[in-house]
């Protein structure tokens, strides 16, 4: 069977042939490839040749992790990455080898590769995680002819990331922002982000229909997708989120009939890069505060909330990340009572040793967390 694909670089064909239970797959750039490998492959299925051996290249991998991640829906910037990454690192390492026949040591042998040629720790990460994902296609679609067993990434660490320290404003130069900009029409965008830690591309979707002004409830379902260019209807984890917008907010946020409320002067959408390009960095000079990027207007609220007393397991859920530990890896800091009531979290009292996360020590109504697993204990004092 021979299957069109459509990409950026023009039309492929990936041609699939049946095989004791398994679904041998190549790429090809013309439709008579295709065909002449079909061909190939079914008359030594034919003829009963129990080896049907192909070399397999990482170009011919990549591709159909691609065909995987476009079915999914992987956003623009994460294949963009993905994308550059293959080209200016994996690609060059692998050439056109044979992967069937790469051992772990091979596979090792990339990372001294990019070490030597000064690649930092995190984009080896990245790269590690891309191949690893890549592997993992081909595994579980016994793709190539079920050739891939296992993952040999599964084996080799990531490599250790020294923290960088996350850009946000202080609470001056946030008021100093506001105030600075406060007649000028990117004011309810920049103030809603800060006030809500919302990315930019889901502030960017807001639609009316997503906002009840009485309550002050926003359905957090849609994003500006800068690939398509134009609002979808999911978020970057792929999860509806609930949030409440304050009413600082609400007396300045626009109203709108059909599409996006927040748009320029002439009624035209605001994109993702045009608010990074030309809108912030206008508004930032303007307060002559240091130029921020979207992302540390979010990083900006959920730097403030932790540190006015507010604790990482909301945080997580108003920022809608999968996990609390994304929350944790990049914000726990800021909270020093966070700190504080991790380390209550194994208390001794007599020959008892009990899970407590209230700093009032109660014992007598246990609730079980689903998420962590620990039986919580409140109620009455032991004091």
């Not at 994308?83 to 990339?110: C, P, S, W």
């Not at 307060?287 to 945080?315: C, E, Q």
Request: proline share 3%; hydrophobic share 35%.
């Amino acid at each position: 069977m021979i299957s069109v694909i459509k990409t950026k670089n023009g039309t492929k064909y990936l041609a699939r042939v049946r095989v004791r239970g398994q679904r041998p797959s190549k790429i090809f750039e013309t439709r008579k490839d295709a065909e002449k490998w079909v061909n190939f492959i079914r008359f030594r299925r034919d003829q009963n040749i129990n080896h049907i051996s192909v070399p397999v290249t990482i170009q011919q991998m990549f591709e159909a992790y691609c065909e995987f991640a476009e079915e999914k829906g992987r956003s623009y910037s994460t294949l963009r990455t993905h994308r550059f990454n293959f080209k200016n690192h994996i690609v060059k390492f692998y050439g056109t080898a044979d992967m069937t026949k790469v051992n772990l040591e091979e596979h090792q042998a990339l990372f001294n590769f990019l070490r030597k040629n000064k690649v930092s720790a995190a984009t080896r990460n990245r790269i590690r995680a891309l191949i690893k994902v890549i592997y993992s296609v081909a595994v579980k679609g016994q793709l190539f002819g079920g050739a891939f067993k296992s993952n040999p990434f599964d084996a080799i660490e990531p490599a250790h990331e020294p923290k960088d320290e996350i850009d946000f404003l202080t609470q001056e130069d946030t008021q100093q922002l506001l105030e600075a900009n406060k007649n000028d029409e990117c004011y309810p965008l920049i103030l809603t982000i800060l006030r809500t830690g919302l990315r930019i591309g889901e502030a960017l979707g807001i639609h009316e229909e997503q906002v009840d002004r009485r309550t002050g409830m926003l359905i957090v379902n849609r994003q500006f997708d800068k690939s398509q260019n134009k609002v979808v209807k999911r978020t970057k984890g792929k999860r509806s989120r609930v949030i409440y917008l304050i009413d600082e907010v609400l007396s300045v946020l626009p109203t709108s009939s059909s599409g996006p409320i927040f748009r320029k002067k002439d009624g035209s959408k605001i994109s993702s890069d045009y608010f990074l390009k030309f809108i912030l960095p206008k508004a930032c000079a303007r307060a002559n505060v240091k130029k921020i990027n979207p992302h540390g207007l979010r990083h900006t609220f959920s730097a403030h909330y932790l540190m006015s007393g507010g604790n990482i397991w909301d945080l997580s859920k108003i920022l809608g990340h999968h996990s609390v530990r994304v929350t944790e890896k990049y914000y726990a800091h800021f909270s020093h009572e966070h700190v504080r009531n991790r380390m209550r979290i194994i208390e001794k009292t007599g020959n008892v040793i009990r899970a407590s996360f209230w700093p009032d020590r109660s014992i007598k109504q246990v609730n079980k967390n689903e998420e962590n697993g620990i039986a919580f204990v409140r109620g009455s004092s032991l004091n």
